[in-house]
């Protein structure tokens, strides 16, 4: 089963997504490392030793009661510190080491029948370039001709269906921190769309390539270390003021947190270290005086201000701002998203899948390319050059072009002669080469011959019939605006209308490319 696939790497989740050629995007479980009844993996590893051959990853430390573990043997919040200028933080593993491992372990839970020919992976927008190093470096092993990286504010952004060229204020509710971020996408007002940027095509190294990232634009960010884990904290400090803050009990606690997002009320179970079992019991108002007590709306409100005045020197009101969009598990607690709706109001608040939508926008953004898409040869028509005094090819098709065409070429041909009473249409191709390189054309990569130098053009062996001029033409009159286009099966496909007489031709198809 050939596709592609997604995976988003956070900080305290990380989501696997599937887009199978023809079908439609899913998310992957992941068994054992996913939740039970959900397809979301925690971004948690725990080593016995550095060399350790049997790793618990996500789900295996949560059951194994490892999650609050204080010692170096496990591994969290990782994913900030990779390409950062930070050192590690007191593990077996340092940051790049614990993100290459669960990247590794996951590839190798994917289902059998899954065979992916593309794997497409996110990245923050502030250290892309340093995270695209470290990519490279960690999946240089994985069994995958395409390799794609995509920021994650775009990925998030078409992944919640917002056009490309959008303002967007983006709001990440993580694990351990919260950042707000005003993005402006690539793309719109007559500019190329965003697209993935290919790391490895047809099993090549792209890092050296001088294909540009396109990123969205970071205009305005704020933001602080606390995040979904110190509410867990918060409400068990609450609910027990003197019992020890141990993994069992910030494990119900989460539970409860998570329930509130649902229903007003969530009861769970904690057994304490002397086996006591003991009833814990939330109400939604209740948490919404804790996290107003704290002061955590307080904060919020700083962030948003201090991103939203960087906005405004760039010229951005929140009139501009095209939505907001919560992303982290948090975010769907109701006193936070009521907080978006109350300061942001009048701006459209996209946040229907928080969790997955970086995951499902980096599908959509990833190239969908086939071989067989592309021209291997080209196609070039035999112009009159009046500077010259003779006869030039101009290409019409590049060797590497995808077709069907989206929009026909226009050509405006004059006469080489007075009394010239048609006009010949003689196209011609480049002689084939065995040599290939990738290049890009308009943000996708292909394969194409690559010619020593300029490669001698092969008249076709058919020639279309000449355009007859009535009346004749003169000596370097304009006469004839010609569109050209491929059509979906590989045929040249001509018409236009004479500049003298204002006649339409008649559509004409002049023979297949290659």
Not at 73 to 99: M, S, V
Not at 203 to 213: I, K, M, W, Y
Not at 298 to 315: K, N, S, T, Y
Request: with cysteine; glycine share 12%; charged share 20%.
């Amino acid at each position: 089963m050939l596709g592609t696939l997604a995976i988003d790497l956070g900080s305290t989740t990380t989501v696997v997504a599937w887009l199978e050629r023809g079908g439609e995007p899913r998310l992957l479980p992941m068994t054992p490392y996913g939740l039970e009844g959900q397809s979301l993996v925690p971004s948690l590893l725990w080593l016995a030793s550095p060399d350790s051959g049997s790793p618990l990853i996500g789900r295996q430390v949560l059951e194994a009661g490892l999650a609050m573990h204080e010692g170096p043997e496990l591994h969290r919040d990782f994913k900030r510190l990779i390409g950062a200028a930070q050192p590690a933080a007191g593990t077996l593993l340092n940051a790049e080491q614990a993100g290459a491992l669960l990247l590794h372990r996951l590839w190798q839970a994917l289902p059998q029948e899954l065979e992916p020919e593309r794997l497409v992976l996110t990245a923050p927008v502030d250290s892309y370039r340093a995270y695209r190093q470290w990519l490279l470096r960690a999946c240089a092993e994985l069994p995958v001709a395409e390799l794609a990286l995509v920021d994650e504010p775009t990925a998030a952004a078409i992944g919640a269906g917002l056009p490309a060229g959008s303002k967007v204020l983006v709001v990440d509710f993580g694990g351990g921190t919260i950042d707000l971020s005003l993005v402006s996408l690539e793309g719109g007002e007559g500019r190329a769309a965003p697209i993935a940027q290919l790391l490895r095509f047809g099993g090549r190294d792209l890092a050296n390539s001088a294909q540009t990232p396109r990123t969205a634009r970071v205009l305005g960010k704020a933001g602080i270390a606390l995040g979904g884990r110190d509410l867990d904290r918060w409400i068990a400090r609450h609910l027990l003021a003197d019992a020890p803050l141990t993994a069992g009990l910030l494990e119900v606690t989460e539970r409860l947190k998570c329930e509130l997002s649902d229903r007003p009320e969530a009861i769970g179970l904690w057994t304490d270290g002397s086996g006591r079992c003991q009833e814990l019991r939330l109400g939604r108002p209740e948490l919404e005086r804790l996290l107003e007590q704290r002061g955590l709306l307080a904060q919020l409100d700083q962030l948003l201000e201090q991103v939203l005045a960087a906005g405004r020197a760039h010229g951005i009101r929140p009139a501009d701002i095209a939505a907001v969009l919560p992303v982290g598990g948090a975010s769907r607690i109701p006193r936070l998203r009521r907080w978006l709706q109350e300061r942001c109001d009048g701006i459209p608040i996209r946040g229907e899948r928080p969790v997955e939508a970086v995951a499902l926008g980096a599908l959509a953004l990833t190239p969908g390319l086939r071989i067989r898409d592309v021209l291997s040869h080209g196609v070039s028509l035999r112009c009159w050059d009046q500077r010259a005094g003779s006869h030039r090819w101009h290409p019409l098709f590049l060797p590497g072009q995808g077709w069907p065409s989206e929009q026909p070429l226009e050509l405006v041909l004059a006469c080489s002669q007075d009394g010239q009473g048609q006009l010949e249409l003689v196209l011609g191709e480049p002689e084939s080469d065995d040599r290939a390189e990738v290049v890009f054309e308009a943000g996708v990569p292909v394969l194409r011959p690559r010619p020593a130098g300029q490669a001698r053009l092969v008249p076709w062996q058919q020639q279309p019939a000449a355009i007859p001029l009535l009346p004749p033409g003169k000596r370097g009159q304009d006469r004839l605006r010609l569109l050209f286009a491929i059509n979906a099966s590989g045929e040249l496909q001509m018409g236009g209308s004479d500049l003298l007489s204002g006649a339409s031709l008649e559509d004409r198809c002049l023979g297949p490319v290659r």
